[in-house]
């Protein structure tokens, strides 16, 4: 099993940033990619972001391009998202995840609460 934990969430104003951290424990070997999701109120699950986890490769969301960047440190077995240029409709939740591939992830974290007040 993987054991991600997420932190670094918190209240922000529009236009701040927030740097998310994901920290794993546990089977490591089997992490090949990590991803973020967030879940806004009232709406579905929205990828965020994801990152090969031996390339560095990356992939963004459309709504966060250009102003959340996804990286990992493999020593210290931890992911992070750098979000910039806040804007308050990227309050909602956001999850960490893990998996054998791009978009199948078999481990999550418990989520930590991102708010940006206008």
């Known amino acids: 099993q993987v054991q991600l934990v997420e932190s670094g969430g918190g209240l922000v104003q529009a236009g701040g940033s927030l740097r998310l951290s994901c920290a794993a424990s546990g089977l490591i070997f089997r992490i090949k990619n990590m991803g973020w999701f967030r879940r806004a109120p009232g709406k579905d699950r929205e990828f965020v972001a994801a990152i090969n986890w031996s390339t560095g490769s990356t992939y963004h969301g459309g709504s966060v391009k250009g102003r959340f960047t996804i990286s990992r440190d493999n020593a210290k077995n931890t992911g992070y998202l750098q979000m910039n240029s806040l804007k308050p409709e990227d309050t909602a939740v956001y999850y960490c995840?893990?998996?054998?591939?791009?978009?199948?992830?078999?481990?999550w974290g418990q989520g930590t609460q991102v708010t940006v007040s206008s």
């Open positions: 995840s893990a998996g054998p591939s791009l978009g199948n992830y078999d481990f």
